[in-house]
């Protein structure tokens, strides 16, 4: 069955580096977005990206974040100068269209 | 905007017995919404969702989902309870006007005890 994949799976960095979460989406999906979870908490919209450029974008994806799909495979999100507070699970999802979209295991970013 | 309310952060039962965790939704528009459960230090998966047609639907493991208009929700349910259901449930909505995107609820844990 097709996945949604994200790598790496932990990532630990110094605060005020910057980090690359990637992720390969579902082939034929054509809605990419990124999501983020606090502590298990409420999983909040980052950015969705359509057609190769955002659609849609939420307060918290400000100057410090940015999105690419370099290679029509591959789907990134790029953190500069992270913050303490950007310590989170990120999630790639993947989707048809209004139909259901498929999230990846996530990425745990720990900035210390 | 299109939103998503759990009104319990937590719910309880007992194994064998049935359960119900609430969702209800704010929508413009034809609502399509999707239940999904997280197990502890994993990703959101996908159990059920309404688009169209009947007001029941069925998902994986059991699950089903009641999706009532005129009280603008859609419960999920299942007959009977196992252990392995222990997890956190999120209710979303699509906002088909931004970006496609999913709402999500607040979520609700649900405990399941033997």
């Known amino acids: 069955e097709p996945e949604v994949t994200q790598t790496p799976s932990h990532q630990v960095t110094q605060m005020g580096q910057e980090v690359i979460l990637r992720c390969v989406p579902i082939?034929?999906?054509?809605?990419f977005y990124w999501y983020r979870q606090i502590l298990g908490q409420k999983v909040e919209f980052l950015v969705s990206f359509y057609n190769n450029e955002i659609s849609e974008k939420s307060e918290i994806f400000d100057d410090q974040f940015s999105v690419e799909r370099p290679d029509g495979s591959n789907f990134t999100l790029k953190i500069r100068s992270t913050k303490l507070e950007d310590s989170a699970m990120y999630f790639c999802a993947s989707s048809e269209a209004q139909l259901e979209a498929f999230f990846g295991q996530g990425t745990r970013l720990t900035v210390v | 905007a299109q939103s998503v309310a759990q009104p319990e952060d937590q719910v309880n039962v007992a194994e064998g017995n049935p359960l119900t965790v609430k969702c209800t939704y704010s929508?413009?528009?034809?609502?399509?919404l999707f239940w999904y459960v997280q197990y502890p230090n994993r990703g959101l998966q996908f159990l059920l969702k309404?688009?169209?047609?009947?007001?029941l639907v069925k998902g994986s493991y059991g699950f089903e989902a009641e999706f009532n208009k005129s009280q603008t929700s859609f419960h999920l349910k299942k007959p009977s309870a196992l252990v392995s259901d222990s997890a956190l449930y999120f209710c979303a909505v699509r906002d088909m006007q931004r970006g496609n995107k999913l709402v999500f609820g607040a979520g609700t844990i649900l405990r399941v005890k033997s």
């Open positions: 082939s034929n999906h054509l809605y």
């Open positions: 929508v413009s528009g034809n609502p399509y």
């Open positions: 309404y688009i169209t047609g009947d007001n």
